[in-house]
């Protein structure tokens, strides 16, 4: 079974509602987690919210394996490929690319920290060259019809103040681009980890708000520290919309009634077809890649927190990570998983009824 629309026409009319920004929700780019088998499995819960690819770097695109870094499933639209470079022929020559493989928008890299990217002058040490990425925003845009986007920083290294990251996207803004991912902390370029520098710059959400007032006609999103959907609504009431990144992916089931609150549409994963439903879509999923010659487990350990918060998850959990089991189908994993799942919550269930009856004595 599948909740997933079956064609790409039918997925593009799905993922399109027209009252809000296509920007509203989004969940981010991040490497080595984010990749097609993720994107599909975060579809069975939310059709609206958009998804984005790791960064793939424009050498890798021209020179490498095109369709290992580009290839996607269908139901994944609404979906944007992020690109990490700065030569602005590259850019172009990889956003024909995005394009002609039919990705929805492509997204500039200019917020990641590491020394490795640093090394291939792209990501955030772009934002001390705001004309170099007004250039490469400039050619993607002349080279392709779908939305060039830039997700970015709000500083470098000791920067705070708020006129340099107004500056940045005010360049970038002349250069035709529309919309702004913005991650409301700096990025040090030296001394810290990218683990670090996504927890140790302190978060200025006042900073991203300031820039949807001076720039309201651009499509401004908040990433960074947002956790709750509480925490998303009151972000929503200053910009456009919010991208939220490993609260999505360790705490999938959140994503299930996203759809429902944030754009007023049904949701995939409903009360009556909850996470069971969606474990039996996903199931089906890894069979079909298996049958296709690749190991589920590659793809399962994007959906291991699935039922955190249910009883049994951990021991649902531990099934579906043993490496003895790999050599099973997905269909005789998930029955063990489920079956273990189930002994947990009854075990807890009952001692609950217990306690109730002694309380009640």
Known sequence: MSFLPSDRSDAADAAEPSSVSPWRLSVAPMLDWTDRHC??????????????????????????????????????????????????????ACAKLAERWGYDEVNLNCGCPSERVQRGAFGACLMAEP??????????????????????????????????????????????????????????????SPKDNREIPPLRYELVHRLKREFPQLTIVINGGLKTDAEIAEQLQHVDGVMVGRQAYHEPWQMAQWDSRFFSQADPATAQAGREAVEAAWVEYLSA?????????????????L??????????????????????????????????????????DEHQARHAAALSA
């Open 289 to 305: 890649q298996q049958a296709q010659g690749r190991p589920w487990a590659t793809a399962m350990r994007h959906a291991l927190g």
């Open 131 to 192: 004309q170099l990425v007004a250039d490469g925003v400039k050619a993607m845009r002349d080279a392709v019809s779908i939305p060039v986007t830039v997700k970015h920083r709000i500083g470098i290294d000791k920067i705070e103040r708020y006129e340099f990251v107004r500056d940045f996207v005010g360049t970038i803004a002349e250069a035709g681009c529309e919309v702004f991912i913005v991650h409301a902390r700096n990025a040090w370029l030296q001394g810290l």
């Open 39 to 92: 994107r599909y499995f975060h579809r069975l819960l939310t059709r609206h919210t958009r998804l984005y690819t790791e960064m793939v770097t424009t050498g890798a695109l021209l020179h490498g394996d095109q369709g290992r870094h580009l290839d996607f499933n269908p139901e994944e639209h609404p979906v944007a490929l992020q690109l990490g470079g700065s030569e602005p022929a590259d850019l172009a």
């Open 307 to 348: 039922w955190n918060g249910a009883a049994g998850s951990r021991r649902w959990r531990q099934i579906w990570s043993d490496h003895k089991l790999k050599s099973l189908s997905p269909t005789e994993v998930a029955a063990l998983a489920t079956e273990a799942r189930a002994g947990v919550a009854r075990h807890v």
